[in-house]
C-alpha cells in the first residue's frame, strides 16, 4: 500500500473504477475523403452527361442533372449529422451510468444502481437479439441500438458480464 493513501481513499477509488466502459456509434461505411471522391465523380459525371443536352439546346436538362447532385450532397450531410450521435455505458460497482446524445446534440442520462439493474433481451430465432433493454426499479431504457443483432449479442454479453462483476463488488486487491 502506498503510505501517502489512506484505506478509505483506495477501496473509494476501487468502488468508482469502471468495470466496463463502452461508446457505441453509428456504422458509417463511408468517410470524409470517400465523400470528397464519391462526390467529384458525380459532379463530373454529371457535367459530361449534360454537355450534349446543353449542346443540342435542351439546357433545363442540365439543371435536373444539378438538381440530383444537390440531392445526392444533401442526403449524405442528413447521413453524416446523424453519425454524431452516440451511446455510452459504464459499469461501475456503485453505479450503471447511461448517456444517450442524440444528433441534435441533446442528451439523456440513466443511473442505476447495478444490484438492481438488469439486462433483458429480445431475441427472435431467425434474426437473433433485436433489442436489448437496461431494467431498474420499473425503469427502463433500450441500448446498444445502432448495433447489428451480432454485434448485439456480443455486447449484451460484455455488459452482462460486467453487471454480474459490479454486484460482486470492487476487487480490493487488485492494482
Same mark, same amino acid.
Given at each position: 500500500?502506498?503510505?501517502?493513501?489512506?484505506?478509505?481513499?483506495d477501496? =473509494?477509488? =476501487? &468502488?468508482?473504477?469502471?468495470?466496463?466502459?463502452?461508446?457505441?456509434?453509428?456504422?458509417?461505411?463511408?468517410?470524409?475523403?470517400?465523400?470528397?471522391i464519391?462526390?467529384?465523380?458525380?459532379?463530373?459525371a454529371?457535367?459530361?452527361?449534360?454537355?450534349?443536352?446543353?449542346?443540342?439546346?435542351?439546357?433545363p436538362v442540365?439543371?435536373?442533372f444539378?438538381?440530383?447532385?444537390?440531392?445526392?450532397?444533401?442526403?449524405?450531410?442528413?447521413?453524416?449529422?446523424?453519425?454524431?450521435?452516440?451511446?455510452?455505458?459504464v459499469?461501475?460497482?456503485?453505479e450503471?451510468?447511461l448517456?444517450k446524445?442524440?444528433?441534435?446534440?441533446?442528451? &439523456?442520462?440513466?443511473?442505476?444502481?447495478?444490484?438492481?439493474?438488469?439486462?433483458?433481451?429480445?431475441?427472435?430465432?431467425?434474426?437473433?437479439l433485436l433489442?436489448?433493454?437496461?431494467?431498474s426499479?420499473?425503469?427502463?431504457? &433500450?441500448?446498444?441500438? &445502432?448495433l447489428?443483432?451480432?454485434?448485439?449479442?456480443?455486447?449484451?454479453?460484455?455488459?452482462?458480464k460486467?453487471l454480474?462483476? =459490479?454486484?460482486?463488488?470492487?476487487?480490493?486487491?487488485?492494482?
Open positions: 500500500m502506498d503510505p501517502g493513501k489512506s484505506p478509505v481513499s477501496s =473509494a477509488d =476501487a &468502488a468508482r473504477r469502471p468495470v466496463f466502459d463502452a461508446t457505441i456509434t453509428p456504422h458509417r461505411s463511408l468517410g470524409r475523403n470517400g465523400l470528397r464519391v462526390m467529384t465523380l458525380v459532379c463530373l454529371s457535367v459530361i452527361s449534360s454537355i450534349p443536352f446543353v449542346v443540342l439546346g435542351a439546357w442540365a439543371g435536373f444539378g438538381v440530383d447532385v444537390l440531392a445526392l450532397f444533401i442526403a449524405f450531410h442528413v447521413n453524416f449529422r446523424h453519425a454524431r450521435a452516440f451511446e455510452r455505458i459499469v461501475t460497482p456503485l450503471v451510468l448517456r446524445v442524440s444528433h441534435h446534440g441533446r442528451e &439523456a442520462v440513466w443511473r442505476s444502481n447495478p444490484a438492481w439493474t438488469r439486462l433483458e433481451r429480445q431475441t427472435d430465432e431467425d434474426y437473433g433489442g436489448l433493454t437496461l431494467v426499479r420499473g425503469r427502463s431504457v &433500450a441500448v446498444a441500438t &445502432a447489428s443483432p451480432q454485434e448485439r449479442a456480443g455486447f449484451a454479453d460484455a455488459l452482462g460486467a454480474a462483476s =459490479a454486484r460482486r463488488g470492487p476487487d480490493y486487491g487488485a492494482t
